[in-house]
Each structure stands twice: as structure tokens, then as C-alpha cells.
């Protein structure tokens, strides 16, 4: 069964990078069509999409985040990543990671999230 | 990205049944995908490309799209159905989610 697990750093300083690892379980990050996605959601409030990478490696990003965000993909340790640079307050959230299918054939699976305060 | 619309709330008394809906520009052409999340939850998918219903999935649940409006419609809503909906799309510029919906089980 696919399984996804999002770690890292529950505490980050404002205008540090927080930095979060996404790992699949019960497969292989590098085969299949899918997008590797990141999302976030602050507390009380609605969904909001950071960005994804594609298993050939191509990335698109939120247009409001796209200047602080990397991510990457790690074939080798079967996960990817998220870097958020410069980050403040109004980055405190819960983080999930996500595969979702690139031809639409199938659900996605989540992550069960990992919330990260930014804070002094 | 581009934006979807969703009511905040819609409320329902048990047996009835609950729809709601999503408009966006995009959704002519793009497939819509329905996400239910309680409390504490991470969002577990309820329908995908439009209609599709995961396994594990209650067939109460069904989803259909007509031109700019999708809609998740709950046939005999139980109370263990309370929850936020969002509904999420994609275009060439990404990925966007509507606003959630609070059900409400009366």
C-alpha cells in the first residue's frame, strides 16, 4: 500500500528556510506519471497548493510562492523535498505532501501532514 | 492557478440529501476532484476526474461536472458525513482549491 510521510523541522525562525521531506512508502518515486505535490493549510482555514514536481522532474508553483519555493526530487532515498525560504509568520501551517496522478486515472494519496511554526 | 467558488456552508438534516457545488472558468476543460476532511485529518479523496469514486468510498457519495459548475452531491447524508469539503482543479498554471465547504448535519 502507498504510503506517504512528510519530517522536519516543527520550528523554524522567521526569515530562516524551512525545509520538509516528503517519503513513499510501498513504492517507487521514480516510476509511474504522477505530480509530487506539496500543500499547506493554516490553522482554520482552507487548502492552499505550493507546488509539485513531476516524476520526469519538471516543477510548477504557486505565482505567490514561486519566488521562495524549491522543490526537489530524490530518486535515491525515494522522497522529495520542499524548501520555503524567508519565511514569517504567515508561513505557520500544517504541511501535507501528495501524489497525484499526471493523466487523472487514479485518486491521490496524502501525507497525514506535519505542522511547522514559525516563530522566534 | 485560478480561482474556484465555493459556498462556505450548507446544512442538512440526516436522510437528505446535501449538494455542493464548485464554479470556476477552468472547469470546462478541466477535471474536478472533491476532498473531505474532518477535524485533525489529512483530506481523503471522495471523487476524482469529475465523477470517479475511490474505493472504500460510500456510494452515497457522487460527483458530476456541467460546464463552469461541479457538484458533490451526498445522497442520504449520515452524521458521520459532517465535515469540510474543498473541491481542486488544474490548469496549465497549476493546481487551485476552492474555498471549502463546511457541512453541517443538522
Known amino acids: 500500500q502507498v504510503q506517504l510521510q512528510e519530517s522536519g523541522p516543527r520550528l523554524v525562525k522567521p526569515s530562516q528556510t524551512l525545509s520538509l521531506t516528503c517519503t513513499l512508502s510501498?513504492?517507487?518515486?521514480?516510476?509511474?506519471?504522477?505530480?509530487w505535490n506539496w500543500i499547506r493549510q493554516p490553522a482554520g482555514k482552507g487548502l492552499e497548493w505550493i507546488g509539485h514536481?513531476?516524476?520526469?522532474?519538471?516543477?510548477n508553483c504557486n505565482p505567490s510562492l514561486k519566488s521562495r519555493v524549491t522543490i526537489l526530487l530524490d530518486t535515491s532515498k525515494n522522497h522529495f523535498s520542499l524548501s520555503l525560504s524567508s519565511v514569517t509568520a504567515a508561513d505557520t501551517a500544517v504541511y501535507f505532501c501528495?501524489?497525484?496522478?499526471?493523466?487523472?486515472?487514479?485518486?491521490?494519496?496524502w501525507g497525514q501532514g506535519t505542522t511547522v511554526t514559525v516563530s522566534s | 492557478s485560478y480561482e474556484l467558488t465555493q459556498p462556505p456552508s450548507v446544512s442538512v438534516s440526516p436522510g437528505q440529501t446535501a449538494r455542493i457545488t464548485c464554479s470556476g472558468d477552468?472547469?470546462?476543460?478541466?477535471?474536478a476532484y472533491w476532498y473531505q476532511q474532518k477535524p485533525g485529518q489529512a483530506p481523503v479523496v471522495v471523487i476524482y476526474?469529475?465523477?470517479e469514486r475511490p474505493s472504500g468510498i460510500p456510494e452515497r457519495f457522487s460527483g458530476s461536472s456541467s460546464g463552469t459548475i461541479a457538484t458533490l452531491t451526498i445522497s442520504g447524508v449520515q452524521a458521520e458525513d459532517e465535515a469540510d469539503y474543498y473541491c481542486?482543479?488544474?490548469?496549465?498554471?497549476?493546481?487551485?482549491f476552492g474555498g471549502g465547504t463546511k457541512l453541517t448535519v443538522l
Open positions: 477552468a472547469l470546462p476543460k478541466q477535471y
Open positions: 514536481i513531476s516524476t520526469s522532474g519538471s516543477t
Open positions: 481542486r482543479s488544474a490548469d496549465g498554471g497549476g493546481t487551485s
Open positions: 501528495a501524489r497525484v496522478h499526471a493523466n487523472y486515472n487514479g485518486p491521490d494519496v
Open positions: 476526474k469529475d465523477y
Open positions: 510501498g513504492g517507487s518515486i521514480s516510476s509511474g506519471n504522477y505530480y
